[in-house]
């Protein structure tokens, strides 16, 4: 008598387990492919270029002082430090979220507001001023009215309900032409102003932030940003700030990177957001060890 061998009967579930395995891997093949050339823009300095600027002239009259700081609440700004440990963590600074902005960050900042002819853009330093927003939100002519009285007033109130002195975030918020520090870094002041520095060269800024919004797209707007940064602080002859911008910025557009993967392939959202920080981590390390001493 022959003996036949066992056939093996497949289960579908497997099958399609395979097959689901097969196309989130092809997704994130796909998905670094694209995500390639914005991280290759990060690693290679490039200043905006603002020779043709947008800007609301009744900003300029209003922006005077255009740097203002908030007045000192010991107490609230001891609980907005320590809601901002995570941030710290993240980004591995101390400085990160600590409310108390020092007079060295506060005349960078003014510097680089100087230098990139942001005259119309107000920064305000650990400061909750919803109802000044509010009516640089009306003044912003530069922005389509129908972006400024939707989405504007939305971020406006969403700055008033949640404000910065307690849950912090440095941003720009490009509706009111308004950077909001609570961090005591030059670097992260400066990306903020990339930021205005970026919106103001648009033609439609309310399309562009609009598009802010979307999955993986922030990728572009950050990478602009901290291209123009990199560029800037090689040319300030510091390298102590120059070595602040490595070390910041790279984790921090990590950040953004981990959040396209996840958006994406939301079962990989874990292990690429913290990943994508960790890569940023060492690789601007690995880079600014590079930074000749002065």
């Known amino acids: ?35 390639w050339p914005s991280v290759g823009c990060v690693l290679s300095p490039k200043a905006i270029d603002s020779r043709k600027q947008f800007i609301a002239p009744e900003l300029v009259e209003a922006n005077v ?12 700004d001891a609980v907005g430090w320590v ?16 409310h108390n902005i020092s007079p060295e960050t506060e005349a960078a900042v003014a510097q680089y ?31 389509a009215w129908p972006w400024r009285y939707t989405v504007g007033v939305v971020s406006v109130l969403g700055e008033g309900i949640l404000p910065g002195r307690i849950f912090g975030g440095d941003h720009f918020n490009p509706y009111t ?35 802010y919004m979307l ?19 090689s040319k300030l002859g510091d390298p102590q700030i120059e070595q602040q911008a490595y070390h910041l910025l790279y984790p921090a557009y990590g950040t953004y990177v981990g959040g396209a993967i996840g958006s994406v392939i939301p079962a990989v959202s874990f ?16 880079a600014s060890s590079g930074i000749p001493s002065r």
């Open 1 to 35: 008598m022959t003996k036949h061998s066992p056939q093996r009967i497949e289960n579908p579930s497997d099958q399609s387990g395979t097959n689901r395995s097969a196309v989130r891997q092809w997704r994130l093949f796909c998905l670094f492919v694209l995500l």
């Open 65 to 76: 002082p255009s740097v203002e700081r908030g007045s000192k609440r010991p107490v609230l």
């Open 83 to 98: 809601v901002g440990i995570p941030s710290k963590l993240i980004l591995w600074n101390r400085r990160i979220d600590n």
């Open 113 to 143: 507001l100087s230098d990139n002819e942001l005259s119309h853009v107000k920064v305000r330093l650990n400061q909750y001023r919803p109802w000044d927003d509010m009516k640089r939100l009306t003044k912003n002519r530069t922005m």
């Open 177 to 211: 032409q308004t950077v909001h520090l609570y961090s005591d870094l030059p670097v992260i002041g400066f990306h903020e102003g990339a930021h205005a520095k970026d919106f103001s060269r648009r033609g439609y800024p309310g399309t562009y932030a609009a598009a």
């Open 215 to 233: 999955p993986i797209v922030p990728l572009y707007h950050e990478s602009v940003a901290s291209r123009d940064v990199m560029d800037y602080v």
């Open 271 to 286: 292990p690429a957001y913290y990943g994508s920080v960790l890569v940023g981590h060492a690789a601007g390390r690995y």
